[in-house]
């Protein structure tokens, strides 16, 4: 997602969120997201990247809808509202995607638009090939300063890594 979330530092390290909207390790992996957010704001950019999986009926069509959700300014909210309903997002479909828009506040009307005519479609694909390239295979799935912390295994302390690496490229800022 091209939205990152607070608006970065020109020199913040850079936390790719490899994440798949209808994964309930991805909604649970939400908590440490949100502690990360809290604890380093603007001096940590957190980028969402999408790796829509294929058992996930839905993913691709959420991925593409969490794109849109970024070009109207509410991509972090957005998925975070879908993240929160994979269970309903499973049974409903697409129509649930553009529902959670219009709770949001945001152009429904324009994100049906968007799931027909497939803008964000390009953005999805490279990302999901980027992430084929450097080795991801489930989410979530985190990259920070060249090392890829597998979260699909297990969260287990995998925010304490990050935090670990996120602190280390900090101080070196700052050195």
């Known amino acids: 997602?091209?939205?990152?979330?607070?608006?970065?530092?020109?020199?913040?390290?850079?936390?790719?969120?490899?994440?798949?909207?209808q994964c309930p390790d991805c909604r649970t992996a939400l908590d440490d997201v949100r502690a990360l957010r809290a604890r380093y704001g603007d001096r940590l950019e957190l980028r969402l990247r999408h790796?829509?999986?294929?058992?996930?009926?839905?993913?691709?069509?959420?991925?593409?809808?969490a794109e849109e959700a970024a070009e109207q300014?509410?991509?972090?909210?957005?998925?975070?509202?879908?993240?929160?309903r994979v269970e309903e997002l499973d049974r409903r479909g697409e129509p649930l995607l553009v529902e959670i828009a219009g709770e949001l506040g945001l152009d429904a009307e324009e994100f049906d638009t968007a799931l027909i005519d497939g803008r964000h479609i390009l953005v999805v694909d490279a990302d999901q090939a980027e992430g084929?390239?450097?080795?991801?295979?489930?989410?979530?799935?985190?990259?920070?300063?060249?090392?890829?912390l597998d979260g699909g295994k297990s969260q287990e302390g995998l925010r304490e890594r990050?935090?670990?690496i996120a602190d280390r490229l900090l101080a070196a800022q700052r050195a």
Do not use: N
């Open 1 to 21: 997602m091209s939205e990152s979330s607070p608006a970065p530092s020109v020199t913040a390290p850079v936390l790719e969120v490899w994440c798949e909207l």
């Open 51 to 65: 790796f829509p999986l294929e058992k996930h009926k839905h993913a691709f069509a959420a991925a593409q809808a």
């Open 73 to 84: 300014g509410q991509g972090w909210a957005y998925v975070e509202a879908v993240l929160g």
């Open 132 to 148: 084929k390239a450097i080795g991801v295979t489930g989410t979530p799935t985190y990259v920070i300063d060249g090392e890829r």
């Open 162 to 164: 990050i935090e670990e």
